[in-house]
């Protein structure tokens, strides 16, 4: 067990999205959702963003709430063809490989 885990100084809250973007491609929807985590998340400090899959870190470096801007991401993607160029987004870090979640 790690320091962090037991450690009364540190609290962990995870917040779980699906921007479900595959399904939804339009850009009135991406919009939306945009503008919900605007209003949702703008009162909170967010230390770190998961982001699954490409088309959640490209939304979030073309539309992303502003208080996200200095928060580190870092991308999980399945199959590393579909990383493509990179370099205009705040990336932290990639991981690919195959998700197995059960």
Same mark, same amino acid.
């Given at each position: 067990?790690?320091?962090?885990?037991?450690?009364?100084?540190?609290?962990?809250?995870?917040?779980?999205?699906?921007?479900?973007?595959?399904?939804?491609?339009?850009?009135?929807?991406?919009?939306?959702? !945009?503008?919900?985590?605007?209003?949702?998340? %703008?009162? @909170?400090? *967010?230390?770190? =963003?998961? $982001?699954?899959?490409?088309?959640? #870190?490209? !939304?979030?470096?073309?539309?992303?709430?502003? %208080?996200? @801007?200095? *928060?580190?991401? =870092?991308? $999980?993607?399945?199959?590393?063809? #579909?990383?493509?160029?990179?370099?205009?987004?705040?990336?932290?870090?990639?991981?690919?490989?195959?998700?197995?979640?059960?």
């Amino acid at each position: 067990m790690s320091n962090i885990q037991v450690s009364k100084d540190y609290q962990f809250e995870f917040y779980v999205e699906c921007m479900d973007l595959n399904r939804f491609p339009s850009e009135h929807y991406r919009n939306r959702i !945009i503008e919900t985590y605007r209003e949702k998340y %703008s009162g @909170l400090k *967010v230390d770190l =963003i998961v $982001a699954f899959l490409c088309s959640s #870190l490209h !939304i979030l470096a073309k539309h992303g709430p502003e %208080s996200f @801007l200095s *928060v580190p991401v =870092i991308l $999980a993607e399945q199959a590393p063809r #579909l990383l493509g160029d990179l370099s205009l987004t705040f990336l932290a870090a990639v991981v690919s490989g195959r998700v197995d979640i059960e």
